[in-house]
């Protein structure tokens, strides 16, 4: 049905940059919001960043504000998360996620979840 894999993670030095991509299969993808979590191990799973269908309307965590960019390619079906300025805090797997009606940052009204990929920051 849906699939969504992320690529992209890897081991970086503190004030590096990385950017994770999310391939999406099945459905249509200019039809769904899109977003990204992290889990850090042994705390719970927090928000990122989200974008709209149309990638004109874009939401972040002030964790990552002005350091992060989420963008989208709909004809290529992926999302991207360009990280810049990277903190050991950021350390964490990522997650993207897909809802199929409303963009928002709430982690129960996305429908279809990726395995994640693995970020380090090193200090």
């Known amino acids: 049905q849906v699939q969504l894999v992320e690529s992209g993670g890897g081991l970086v030095q503190a004030g590096g940059s990385l950017r994770l991509a999310c391939a999406v299969s099945g459905r249509p993808f200019s039809s769904y919001a899109m977003g990204w979590f992290r889990q850090a191990p042994g705390k719970e799973r927090e928000f990122v960043a989200a974008i709209n269908w149309s990638g004109g309307g874009t939401y972040y965590a002030d964790s990552v504000k002005g350091r992060f960019t989420i963008s989208r390619d709909n004809a290529e079906k992926t999302v991207y998360l360009q990280m810049n300025s990277l903190k050991p805090e950021d350390t964490a797997v990522y997650y993207c996620?897909?809802?199929?009606?409303?963009?928002?940052?709430?982690?129960?009204?996305?429908?279809?979840w990726g395995q994640g990929t693995q970020v380090t920051v090193s200090s």
């Open positions: 996620a897909a809802n199929r009606w409303t963009t928002t940052k709430r982690q129960s009204d996305y429908d279809y």
